[in-house]
């Protein structure tokens, strides 16, 4: 299951971006978006979906009681707003971003289809995409509702490893270079960042991992 919120390895803005295609060129722009600024909310319209340029983008939904959820936290390169592809007329999410300057290439749901009409290869390669991105999303929803804090974060370590890791020559542990906070991953889990924080560093003090701003390390012993 590598690799399961990217394509194929590919980043997908340089795939699909319609700037990418002289057809579309000209008359193809790009959205720009502060921190806490919405690309569309709950109950949106979905006629589109979205590359990001740069920056980061929050997705997630409002329970009854108004808690917030979060299902993904995406980085450069990657997709959002899919299922209207497959025929979403309604949005059952928000898309946020959460950094300082974020840019997105927003592309039509009927030019999405012409390129996938054109290009079997290249349909066939972004319902694959759906399909894994879907079988993560319920994964991490499952974990969210049914295990305990530390078992969603070492979980959630795994899919960064996936997604991030590689061995250190050296010594043998899990290097995971990563973009994103604290605050990013308390919300990924399902949990506080004081919470995490706390866990982070008990998980140090055994011994199991050490990390910085960008870097988590999963010691060799549990690699």
């Not at 919120?5 to 193809?28: A, G, I």
């Not at 994103?180 to 199991?208: C, F, H, P, W």
Request: charged letters at 30%; a neutral charge.
């Amino acid at each position: 299951m590598a690799n399961l919120w990217f394509f194929d390895n590919v980043n997908l803005f340089n795939l699909l971006c319609p700037h990418k295609f002289k057809e579309y060129k000209e008359c193809h722009t790009f959205d720009a978006y502060k921190k806490s600024d919405y690309i569309y909310f709950e109950e949106d319209s979905a006629s589109k979906v979205y590359l990001i340029e740069k920056g980061k983008v929050k997705l997630g939904y409002y329970n009854e009681d108004g808690t917030e959820v979060v299902k993904a936290i995406l980085t450069k390169g990657e997709l959002f707003g899919e299922k209207a592809i497959l025929g979403e007329e309604i949005r059952n999410e928000f898309a946020q971003s959460v950094d300082a300057s974020t840019s997105i290439c927003p592309i039509g749901v009927e030019i999405m289809h012409d390129l996938m009409r054109d290009n079997k290869t290249f349909s066939l390669k972004v319902y694959k995409f759906l399909g894994l991105r879907f079988k993560k999303l319920e994964r991490r929803l499952q974990l969210i509702l049914f295990k305990d804090t530390r078992t969603r974060f070492l979980e959630f370590t795994k899919e960064l490893c996936e997604e991030y890791g590689y061995d250190c020559e050296k010594t043998g542990d899990k290097v995971i270079m990563h973009p994103y906070t604290q605050k990013d991953i308390a919300s990924l889990i399902g949990t506080s960042r004081s919470n995490l924080n706390v866990l982070m560093n008990e998980l140090k003090e055994e011994n199991l991992i050490t990390f910085n701003r960008k870097e988590l390390r999963l010691l060799q012993k549990t690699a």
